[in-house]
C-alpha cells in the first residue's frame, strides 16, 4: 500500500509566501507560534487535565507556588515571541502594558490572548489561544502611523486561534482565505481544508450567553426573540470553540452589551470581548471565511480604530447575510 503523506501547515505557509513573493519571516514567527501553542497543549494535558494546576497563589502538595494556566500559557507565549526577534511589540490579554520585543529589527506587531474561556480550564473543556498579526510599514521611518501598535483589524495580515486541547488550528491570511489544520500523531498541523461559512441555514447556530438575554437592550432583546427558533443553540463559552463550530456550520455568535442590569455597575455597554485579540481575531477570519461583523452600532469590527489596546467591544460575527439583516436593526 502506498503511503499517504498530507501536506503539512510549514510546507502549505512555504508554498503561500512563494505564491505572493514574499520572505520567510512571516514562517520563522508562525513557527514560534505553533511551538507555544503545542507547549500550552502540553501544560493543558499534564497540569491542567490532571488537576496539578490549581489557581494563582495557591500552594501545591509540593509546598509550591501554583501558577493559573492563563499565566502559564502567557509566559509561554511570550518567550516563542521574543526568541523569534521578527516582532516589534506585542499585545497580550495578560499584560497591563505593551510588550516591547525587538523595537529596531522587528516586523510585526502581534495581538494575543494566549489562554481565552478560563471558566472551561477547570473541566477540561475546550479554551482557545487567539493572535492577530500586524506588519510594520518597512518603507517608512519607524515612528511612522503604520508602525504604531494600535492598529485596526482591517490591517492585520493575518488571525488564527489553536483549540485547546483539541488539535485543531485554523488560521486566516490576508485575501488568501481562511484555512483549518489539525494535529496528526507526529503533533504536525496538516491538512489545509479552506473554510467558507454555508450559505445554507440548515446548520446554522445560534452562540451566546443566553443567561444574559433580560439585560439586552430592547433592539437586541425582540431580533432574539423573533429569530431564536430559527438556529440550532449552542454555546461552550469559550470563543474559540464557539467560533469553531460556527465556521463550519454558519450561523451568528454574538456578544451583545448588557445594559438593563439590575445592578447598574454590572453593566458593561462596551461589551465584553477584546478587540484586539478576540474580536478583531474572528472577525478577520470570518472575513477570510465569507462572513462579516459587526459591533451594536453596526460598525464593522475590522474597521473600528482602536483608541486602547485592552479596548472592549460588543461583538456580532457569522454569515454575512444574519450580519446584513443585524446592520438594518443597530442602524
Ligand atoms: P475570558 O477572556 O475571561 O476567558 O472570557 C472568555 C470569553 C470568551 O471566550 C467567551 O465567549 C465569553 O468570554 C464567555 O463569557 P460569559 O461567561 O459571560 O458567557
Ligand atoms: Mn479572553
Ligand atoms: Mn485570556
Given at each position: 500500500?502506498?503511503?499517504?503523506?498530507?501536506?503539512?501547515f510549514?510546507?502549505?505557509?512555504?508554498?503561500?509566501?512563494?505564491?505572493?513573493?514574499?520572505t520567510?519571516?512571516?514562517l520563522?514567527?508562525?513557527?514560534?507560534?505553533?511551538?507555544?501553542?503545542?507547549?500550552?497543549e502540553?501544560y493543558?494535558?499534564?497540569?491542567?487535565?490532571?488537576?496539578?494546576?490549581g489557581?494563582?497563589?495557591?500552594?501545591?502538595?509540593?509546598g509550591?507556588?501554583?501558577?493559573?494556566?492563563?499565566?502559564i500559557?502567557?509566559?509561554?507565549?511570550?518567550?516563542?515571541l521574543?526568541?523569534?526577534?521578527?516582532?516589534?511589540?506585542?499585545?497580550?490579554?495578560?499584560?497591563?502594558?505593551?510588550?516591547d520585543?525587538?523595537?529596531?529589527?522587528?516586523?510585526?506587531?502581534?495581538?494575543?490572548?494566549?489562554?481565552?474561556?478560563?471558566?472551561?480550564?477547570?473541566?477540561?473543556?475546550?479554551?482557545?489561544?487567539?493572535?492577530?498579526?500586524?506588519?510594520?510599514?518597512?518603507?517608512g521611518?519607524?515612528?511612522?502611523?503604520?508602525?504604531?501598535?494600535l492598529?485596526?483589524?482591517?490591517?492585520?495580515?493575518?488571525?488564527?486561534?489553536?483549540?485547546?486541547?483539541?488539535?485543531?488550528?485554523?488560521?486566516?491570511?490576508?485575501?488568501?482565505g481562511c484555512?483549518?489544520?489539525?494535529?496528526?500523531?507526529?503533533?504536525t498541523?496538516?491538512?489545509?481544508?479552506?473554510?467558507?461559512?454555508?450559505?445554507?441555514?440548515?446548520n446554522?447556530?445560534?452562540?451566546?450567553?443566553a443567561?444574559?438575554?433580560?439585560?439586552?437592550?430592547?433592539?437586541?432583546?425582540?431580533w432574539?426573540?423573533?429569530?431564536?427558533?430559527?438556529?440550532?443553540?449552542?454555546y461552550?463559552?469559550?470563543?474559540?470553540?464557539?467560533?469553531h463550530r460556527?465556521l463550519?456550520?454558519?450561523?451568528?455568535f454574538?456578544y451583545p452589551?448588557?445594559?438593563?442590569?439590575?445592578?447598574?455597575k454590572?453593566?458593561?455597554?462596551?461589551?465584553?470581548?477584546?478587540l484586539?485579540?478576540?474580536?478583531?481575531?474572528?472577525?478577520?477570519?470570518?472575513?477570510?471565511?465569507g462572513?462579516?461583523?459587526?459591533?451594536?452600532?453596526?460598525?464593522?469590527?475590522?474597521?473600528?480604530k482602536?483608541?486602547?489596546?485592552?479596548q472592549?467591544?460588543?461583538?456580532?460575527v457569522?454569515?454575512k447575510?444574519?450580519?446584513?439583516?443585524?446592520?438594518?436593526?443597530?442602524?
Amino acid at each position: 500500500m502506498p503511503v499517504e503523506f498530507e501536506q503539512t501547515f510549514r510546507n502549505f505557509l512555504m508554498g503561500h509566501q512563494e505564491k505572493y513573493n514574499r520572505t520567510y519571516h512571516f514562517l520563522i514567527l508562525m513557527d514560534s507560534i505553533v511551538a507555544a501553542a503545542k507547549r500550552i497543549e502540553l501544560y493543558y494535558r499534564t497540569g491542567a487535565l490532571k488537576g496539578n494546576l490549581g489557581v494563582a497563589g495557591s500552594i501545591n502538595v509540593q509546598g509550591e507556588n501554583v501558577m493559573k494556566m492563563d499565566d502559564i500559557a502567557n509566559e509561554i507565549v511570550l518567550h516563542y515571541l521574543a526568541s523569534n526577534k521578527r516582532v516589534i511589540q506585542a499585545v497580550s490579554e495578560e499584560c497591563a502594558d505593551v510588550i516591547d520585543m525587538n523595537k529596531s529589527g522587528g516586523r510585526y506587531f502581534v495581538y494575543f490572548d494566549p489562554l481565552d474561556g478560563s471558566s472551561n480550564v477547570a473541566h477540561g473543556l475546550p479554551v482557545g489561544f487567539l493572535f492577530g498579526i500586524a506588519k510594520r510599514n518597512l518603507e517608512g521611518s519607524i515612528k511612522g502611523p503604520e508602525d504604531f501598535h494600535l492598529r485596526q483589524g482591517s490591517e492585520y495580515i493575518a488571525a488564527g486561534m489553536f483549540v485547546i486541547p483539541t488539535g485543531m488550528f485554523t488560521l486566516a491570511l490576508r485575501d488568501a482565505g481562511c484555512w483549518r489544520f489539525h494535529s496528526d500523531e507526529t503533533a504536525t498541523y496538516v491538512k489545509p481544508v479552506r473554510m467558507i461559512l454555508p450559505e445554507n441555514p440548515q446548520n446554522w447556530e445560534l452562540s451566546f450567553n443566553a443567561g444574559n438575554t433580560s439585560v439586552f437592550s430592547e433592539k437586541v432583546g425582540g431580533w432574539i426573540k423573533d429569530n431564536i427558533s430559527k438556529y440550532k443553540f449552542r454555546y461552550i463559552g469559550a470563543l474559540a470553540g464557539d467560533f469553531h463550530r460556527l465556521l463550519s456550520n454558519g450561523g451568528l455568535f454574538m456578544y451583545p452589551a448588557i445594559v438593563n442590569h439590575p445592578d447598574p455597575k454590572e453593566n458593561r455597554p462596551q461589551g465584553k470581548l477584546r478587540l484586539l485579540y478576540e474580536a478583531n481575531v474572528v472577525a478577520f477570519m470570518c472575513r477570510e471565511a465569507g462572513g462579516d461583523a459587526i459591533d451594536e452600532t453596526g460598525t464593522r469590527i475590522l474597521d473600528i480604530k482602536p483608541a486602547g489596546h485592552h479596548q472592549r467591544t460588543t461583538l456580532y460575527v457569522g454569515t454575512k447575510s444574519v450580519i446584513d439583516e443585524l446592520i438594518s436593526v443597530f442602524k
